[in-house]
């Protein structure tokens, strides 16, 4: 399956194709400017090729499933795997070890926001150039991963998020209809406050730039699993370029899966977020974290 663009700002290719026309208007293709058009393309071909890609897992209670998860993870595209255990009651963190991954585990437990945070601060210490969330439970398919990388690593995207909208039945594949119903409901009104045309936003499977990592203020955001939203909302006011990745997801008892408890305080919640954006934008109530002209530390 390909991938689906959706950009909040201009890709900056004009440059590139700037000099072509040049070239083209000038009849001198192996002057000046067709050495400065060559050494362009080898120098971002050489950036594309040296990125350090990072995986990181969320991991809660996931021993039975962590092994798999990872032996179908495409070593030939990642350079380090991190799983966070997020204060497991089971051996997550022994089966991770002795698959020779690296484990950072909270002695207290965070939460799913809070797991992806302690993995993003990991991941860029160790110095990575791209990261990609798969979740340990095997929920998302880690064969994919390699998909993900394709559009950061290409120049085409800040960010990749998967969907399970395009190219497919969410319903046929298992996924509950009262978890569908809502998804798409929530999907349409965040595309309406955010002004962005994205199929779905509740889709666990991501890929971060390291320049998106190191612009957004990810330790502020949610601890919990709105999490995912607070961070393309995120993306979204500082126009990063997202990709959209079509896959299929898993709906089984060895997958951890939102319950109805949760999702109703999880959906509340997004739309608390989107009415709290709207009061700043119409300059009622201001909120920092919608301020990207005075952000607050990422750090």
Known sequence: MGCCYFSYRR????????ICNLETAAGDPDGAVGRVNR?????????????????????YNVA??????????PKDCVDEIVAVDDCSIDNTSEVAKNLGITVVRHEKNRGYGGAQKTGYAEALKMGADIVVMVHGDYQYDPTRVADFVEPIR??????????????????????PLWKYIPN???SKIENMFLRTDISEFHNGYRAYSRRVLEAVPFHDLSEKFDFDTDIIVQIALRNFT??????MTRYLDENSQMTFMEGVPYGLSILRTMW??????????????????HPTDPA
């Open 11 to 18: 890709l900056c290719y004009a440059v590139h194709s700037d």
């Open 39 to 59: 050494f362009y393309n080898e120098l971002r071909n050489l950036m594309r090729d040296s990125s350090k890609v990072i995986v990181i897992m969320p991991s």
């Open 64 to 73: 039975d499933i962590l092994e798999k998860t990872y032996n179908d993870i």
């Open 154 to 175: 290409s120049g085409r995207a800040d960010a990749v998020t998967g969907t399970r909208i395009i190219g497919g039945s969410p319903v046929k594949s298992g996924m």
């Open 184 to 186: 798409r409901v929530l």
């Open 242 to 247: 997202l990709a959209e990745v079509p896959h």
């Open 276 to 293: 709290r954006l709207q009061l700043h934008r119409m300059g009622i109530k201001y909120n920092r974290l919608f301020d990207i002209q």
